[in-house]
Nanobody
Framework: QVQLVESGGGLVQPGGSLRLSCVAS????????MDWYRQAPGKERELVAA????YYADSVKGRFTVSRDNAKNTVYLQMNSLKPEDTAVYYC??????????????WGQGTQVTVSS
């Protein structure tokens, strides 16, 4: 089994910063892509940042930075200059090869980010 666990969400004032983390654990043999998505109330889930290729959503360019620690099977999302419209549940998605399981995509449970004064 493979688990993706996000952490680091919370309530922050506009202009503030948060750092999200996502760790892949369990029967992990290798991790390919690790990306961040978000879903705001009433909206579709959208890709925010990808690590397998350079991608940031236009709405977060210059404010968010994605990075990885491959030795720890961890991806981070540094979010600066947060705006109320960044409020959403943030999800990690990873392509993982596990023991006795072919390459598959997995989702984390999500972490809530609320930007409000």
């Amino acid at each position: 089994q493979v688990q993706l666990v996000e952490s680091g969400g919370g309530l922050v004032q506009p202009g503030g910063s948060l750092r999200l983390s996502c760790v892949a654990s369990g029967s992990v043999v290798s991790v390919d892509s690790m990306d961040w998505y978000r879903q705001a109330p009433g909206k579709e889930r959208e890709l925010v940042a990808a690590t397998s290729y350079t991608y940031y959503a236009d709405s977060v360019k210059g404010r968010f930075t994605v990075s990885r620690d491959n030795a720890k099977n961890t991806v981070y999302l540094q979010m600066n200059s947060l705006k109320p419209e960044d409020t959403a549940v943030y999800y990690c998605r990873a392509r993982v090869r596990a023991y006795s399981i072919a390459w598959s995509h997995y989702w984390g449970q999500g972490t809530q980010v609320t930007v409000s004064s």
